[in-house]
């Protein structure tokens, strides 16, 4: 059924020309790797805009009527607000994530059979998701009870360790990256860029600090002073030390560029945690200003939660293939290019002489997806790009997918709490999530400064 719906929206979007058929292909589903992960990624956003329907009032209430009054979201200490739902959903999607993850373990090119799966059968893969979905529904509040506790709490903070790891690896990919076109071309332009780019961090990074001192810190607010003050300390001393000549000689590849990204993230994790602080009757709401009497814009508070979904979605995505980065076992699939590349070598020479002998048309020196001009020249799906090695570990994929359905659950819930405005969810607002921000920061600076100590100290392991 999935197949002959796809056959007719493809002929439906030939009918609009070559353009259009390929774009709707890549959408509907193809062996690009690219289209494939923004199909997961769609998932998994549809999953969090679900989680956060069913923490309103209208959802819980029509939950029970449907269920006759067999689901109700109740915990022990009262009303939960949701959490439950929630934790249903994003545990549901995890067991998805790690069936798939089970099922693609060492695929290493579209022709594996199992890539078909991964690339395709969209419609089936979604409504295999509804159905764990729904069966996670009919289990014991108190299986997710345990579940939110001591499964998602500490998948969610290994997913953090993994965004950190990440982010301080786009750092220097970023900055290396310019300095070699630099000095590849010699065009100023890759230079000016790497220097308006660390300029503006680290001005940035300032900006909100001062901000945050003025309208978060005044006099009564000792933890919010100390924050604020403390990630200003440790991101001066990261950013003196990555200049100095000892780290220098060890790694020359650090530089204040890297420590201006940090730095920024860093602050912003800050300005987030503080901002995340829950209602403060005691201090009439002084050391954060956000939480005022007067009630949050539905229309801002929607826009805000989805830009969220939609920032977690990106990075999850391109988490899961950085998984060379984050997992030793990617190399032993880093070999595969070269060794497919010289056996395609290998065919091109056959073929060539088969065409030249007069035993193959001209035609067939080119790829089956491409014409003699080099550009696509069919109407069908696009070409495949994963031939003679898979783009990114699947299995890894779907790891990161699962850990980040727990980061999500841990999102939604606050970290086990959850306030409401006008009946709507009010993602992230405790002091437990203002916890993880702040810790997450610290590790990021910490881990930005190991890489800079840690060649000086061990310079045969780092082999700089």
């Keep these: 059924m999935g197949n002959i719906l796809g056959c007719i929206a493809t002929e439906a979007a030939c009918c609009f020309g070559k353009t259009a058929c390929n774009c709707f292909c890549k959408i509907c589903g193809s062996r690009s790797s690219t289209a494939t992960r923004v199909g997961y990624a769609s998932m998994f956003v549809v999953t969090a805009i679900l989680s956060w329907i069913m923490q309103s009032d209208w959802a819980e209430k029509k939950l029970e009527d449907i269920s006759h009054g067999y689901l109700k979201m109740e915990c022990p200490q009262g009303d939960c607000y949701g959490n439950l739902a929630v934790y249903r959903i994003c545990f549901a999607t995890t067991v998805f994530h790690i069936l798939l993850s089970c099922l693609m373990y060492n695929v290493r090119s579209s022709r594996d059979f199992r890539s078909g799966i991964q690339n395709g059968f969209w419609a089936w893969k979604f409504l295999a998701w509804a159905a ?4 996670h529904f009919f289990m014991p509040n108190e299986y997710f009870m345990f579940i939110g506790k001591w499964v998602d709490m ?11 790891v990440l982010l301080i690896d786009f750092a220097y990919t970023f900055s290396e990256a310019l300095i070699e076109k630099w000095e590849q071309h010699s065009d100023k332009r890759y230079l000016t860029l790497l220097l ?3 300029f503006l961090s680290f001005l940035a990074s300032l900006a909100l600090t001062i901000t945050l001192y003025i309208y978060f810190a005044p006099p009564p607010c000792k933890l919010n002073q100390f924050f604020i003050s403390f990630n200003l300390i440790l991101i001066s001393l990261t950013s003196l030390l990555s200049i100095t000549p000892a780290i220098q000689d060890a790694n020359p590849k650090n530089g204040l560029a890297q420590a201006s990204m940090v730095a920024i993230y860093a602050t912003y994790l800050v300005a987030s945690a503080i901002v ?8 009439d709401n002084v050391c954060n200003p956000t939480n005022g009497s007067e009630k949050t814009q539905t229309t801002t508070l929607v826009m805000g939660t989805v830009f969220t979904f939609i920032a977690l979605a990106y990075s999850t995505t391109r988490a899961a293939t950085r998984g060379e980065i984050l997992s030793t076992s990617a190399g032993d699939e880093s070999t595969l290019p070269l060794i497919n590349d010289h056996q ?3 065919r091109s020479s056959h073929v060539r002489s088969a065409v030249e002998s007069g035993a193959l048309p001209s035609s067939a020196l ?17 070409k495949d790009d994963e031939k003679d090695g898979v783009q990114y ?3 890894f994929f779907h790891a990161i997918f699962a850990l980040a359905s727990m980061y999500l659950a841990m999102l939604m819930t606050a970290w086990n709490y959850v306030d ?4 709507i969810a009010v993602v992230g607002k405790s002091m437990g999530a203002v916890w993880v921000k702040i810790v997450s920061g610290w590790l990021v600076i910490g881990l930005y400064g190991w890489t800079l100590v840690g060649p000086y100290l061990y310079p045969d392991r780092f082999g700089y």
Excluded: R
Aim: without cysteine.
């Design 132 to 135: 764990v979905v729904v069966l």
């Design 154 to 164: 500490p998948g969610a903070f290994v997913f953090i360790l993994l965004q950190v």
């Design 196 to 198: 308006t780019t660390t």
């Design 276 to 283: 995340s602080e829950p209602v403060d009757v005691e201090h």
């Design 344 to 346: 395609g070598s290998s």
């Design 366 to 382: 080119y790829d089956d997806d491409e014409g003699e001009d080099g550009e696509d020249s069919s109407f069908g799906p696009p």
């Design 393 to 395: 570990s699947y299995a």
């Design 420 to 423: 409401k405005t006008d009946g």
